[in-house]
C-alpha cells in the first residue's frame, strides 16, 4: 500500500471533532469519511470541514471498498464490536481508549488483525506528548537510575460517564504511560474504589501495580476533586522527577536528590544520607500530539511497521483495568497480571 489513505471515522461526539481535524491535515490522507448515527453531528462535520463525506450508517464505512482504515472514537462497549467488523473487511483500526472492554476482546481482535495483516492502534495519545518522550528519554540514558516508584494523581470535578467508573476513564492514560516509560512488566495489581453518587460505578479509586524488581507504582484517580491535578512523580536511584501537566512552561523538572544507605556496625545497622543536588527543566518539544499520532498511524500502516501503541500495549492496559475492577471487588486483594 502505497501514496495516501482513505480514513473513516466513527463517532463525531466529544473526541471525534479532533480526531477529524487532525486526519484532515494530513497530507497522507487522500480523502475522510465521518460517520454518527445522529444526523445533527454530521452536519457539524461537514460545516467545519466541507470536503469530507458524512453518513449515519455505520455498515457504509465498514464495508466500502473505498475507505483503508477506520477510527473507532466511539463508548468503550462498541468497540469490540465495531473494531471486529472493520478488520473482517480488511481495514487498519485505529481505537480511542480504553481498547476493549476485556481482555477477552482484546486479545480476539489482536489475533484477528495478526492473521489479516492489518494494524491496530489505540489512541493512548500522550505517549506522543513531548513530556512523555523526554521522561523515556531520561530513563533510557540511564539518568535516573534504577527506578523505585512510579506515583501519579490525575484528578478533577467531573466529567462523569454513564457507561464505565472512574478507573476505565481516566487510568488508560497513566497505565499506558507506565507501560511505555518502564520496560520490565507488572505481576500484580490491587485497587480500591467507591461510587458515592451510582451504586456500581466508582468515581474515586486508588491503584497500586506491584513489579517483580523493586519498583512500585501507584495512581489516584477521581472525578469527585475540588482541584484538577494532572501530576506524576518518578523516584529512581540517581535523579527524580516531577512531571505537572498543567504547567504550561516547565511541565518536567528534573530533581538531582537521592538517598545513600550504608551499613555499619555498632550502634546502627544503616546510615542513612541524603543528596541534594541542581533542579533543572530540561527543554521539551512543543507538539500537538493528536496530530504526531494521526501521522504515525498512516506511516505504520504504509511502512507495515508495528507501532508502540498496538494492540498489544492497548492489551496490557485492559488486562490492568480488568484486575482492578475485580480486586476492588475482592476489598483489595492483589490480582496477578501474569500465569
Known sequence: MQGALSIGVIGYGYWGPNIVRNF???????????????????????????????????????????????????????????????????KHVFVEKPFTSTVAQAEELIELAEKKHLQIMVDHTFLFTGAVRKIRELVDKNVLGDLYYYDSMRVNLGLFQHD???????????????????????????AHGKPHFSKRLEDVAFITVFFGNN?????????????????????????????????????????????KVTNRKGVYDLLVSYRSGDIWAPKIQQNEALKEEAQYFI???????????????????????????RSIHDEG????LRG
Open 299 to 325: 506511516d505504520c500502516i504504509l511502512q507495515d511497521k508495528r507501532p508502540i501503541n498496538d494492540g498489544h500495549a492497548g492489551l496490557r492496559v485492559v488486562r490492568m483495568m480488568e484486575a482492578s475492577t
Open 215 to 259: 519498583i512500585i507504582a501507584h495512581f489516584n484517580v477521581s472525578w469527585i476533586s475540588p482541584v484538577k491535578v494532572r501530576t506524576t512523580l518518578i523516584g529512581g536511584e540517581k535523579s527524580m522527577v516531577v512531571w505537572n501537566d498543567l504547567d504550561a512552561d516547565e511541565k518536567i523538572r528534573v530533581y538531582d536528590k537521592g538517598v
Open 333 to 336: 486483594k492483589p490480582v496477578k
Open 164 to 190: 464505565v467508573n472512574v478507573i476505565w476513564d481516566l487510568a488508560p492514560h497513566d497505565l499506558s504511560i507506565m507501560d511505555y516509560v518502564i520496560d520490565e512488566k507488572p505481576e500484580a495489581i490491587s
Open 24 to 90: 484532515h491535515g494530513l497530507d497522507s490522507v487522500k480523502s475522510l469519511f465521518v460517520c454518527d448515527l445522529r444526523s445533527d453531528a454530521c452536519c457539524a462535520a461537514k460545516k467545519n470541514f466541507p470536503s469530507v463525506q458524512t453518513t449515519t450508517d455505520v455498515n457504509t464505512i465498514l464495508s466500502s471498498p473505498d475507505i483503508d482504515a477506520v477510527a473507532v472514537i466511539t463508548p468503550v462497549f462498541t468497540h469490540y464490536d465495531l473494531a471486529k467488523k472493520a478488520l473482517e473487511n480488511g
